[in-house]
């Protein structure tokens, strides 16, 4: 499935490479057997009893209430998109979190004390105020521009299609600082969590100069397109987060290049990630 979505990401990109793709021993194959897993899902899942008020149970009308029932080519595309949103996204999450929490062992001890800490609270991705980039989404439906604005030196006009560049506005020290870079998970504490954490973390952020503006932080983005699955990925990232740390220690496996994990990622609208290799013992 992981080559097939490969070779989809890079046609969807560059569409006329369809055909050379088609050429190249494993592409085509690779992309058939996604296809064919993506009909068989949605063909299991529409055998199911329709009370299941699931995902499905919404796309494909099964409460009667919409007007239109969607075609069998989107449903087999709504599937593929519930596969990869609702699987490759917490996985690659909680890799990502493993891997910060080995390398730095006492945010594990941090988060067993606030376990709501590693999906962020539920303060975050509010629809207003936020920094000067975010404040123009109220202008923004479904990612297309509904009126003129300015964006620094660019004018978009209406009908453009905006996207957010998370990744930046989340690493930029105007909203996030000290170290935006870093993985410091206390500094989602508020001041009376912070007093109670076991950790001299005023030194790593100490309150005259530490910035957190939660309305630049938007992991699930905003507006009307944002994730469906916001709710239930939060839930699901913390029972599995809470459990394993209040049963095991995970530390780093000696001889394991963990250092270099984040830049053997490559992302394809999923996330190709390299292996960890953690030391695991029970508390
Ligand atoms: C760490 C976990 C997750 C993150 C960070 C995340 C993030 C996102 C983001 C940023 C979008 C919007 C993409 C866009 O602008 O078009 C999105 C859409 C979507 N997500 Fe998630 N997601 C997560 C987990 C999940 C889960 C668990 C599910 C389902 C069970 C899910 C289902 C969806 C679906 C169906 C959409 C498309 C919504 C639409 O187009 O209306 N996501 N997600």
Request: with cysteine; proline share 7%.
């Amino acid at each position: 499935m992981e080559g097939g979505i490969v070779s989809l990401a890079m046609v969807s990109h560059v569409p006329w490479m369809l055909k050379f793709l088609n050429a190249v021993s494993g592409g085509k194959e690779a992309i058939e057997r996604t296809c064919r897993l993506r009909r068989r899902k949605v063909s299991e899942r529409l055998k199911l009893d329709a009370s299941r008020k699931d995902l499905f149970y919404y796309l494909t009308d099964e409460g009667g209430t919409g007007r239109i029932r969607p075609s069998d080519a989107a449903l087999a595309s709504d599937g593929l998109l519930a596969i990869i949103a609702g699987s490759d996204t917490t996985s690659t999450t909680l890799t990502a979190l493993f891997w910060n929490l080995v390398k730095n062992p006492q945010a594990s001890e941090t988060l067993r004390l606030f376990p709501a800490l590693p999906s962020g609270s539920p303060r975050y991705v509010p629809l207003g105020g936020g920094p000067k980039v975010l404040g123009k989404q109220y202008a923004l439906f479904n990612r297309i521009s509904a009126a003129r604005f300015d964006i620094c030196t660019i004018s978009v006009v209406p009908g453009t299609q905006v996207l957010l560049h998370t990744w930046a506005i989340h690493r930029d020290p105007r909203y996030f600082s000290p170290s935006p870079d870093s993985f410091i998970p206390e500094r989602w504490l508020t001041p009376d969590e912070l007093s109670r954490a076991d950790i001299d973390v005023f030194k790593v952020l100490p309150p005259e100069t530490t910035v957190h503006d939660i309305n630049a932080y938007f992991p699930f983005s905003i507006g009307p397109a944002n994730c469906v699955g916001k709710n239930l990925a939060l839930m699901e990232m913390r029972m599995v987060v809470c459990q394993l740390l209040h049963l095991f220690r995970f530390s780093r496996f000696e001889g394991d290049p963990v250092d270099e994990w984040e830049h053997d990622l490559q992302e394809f609208l999923i996330y190709k990630k390299p292996d960890i290799f953690v030391r695991i013992e029970r508390r």
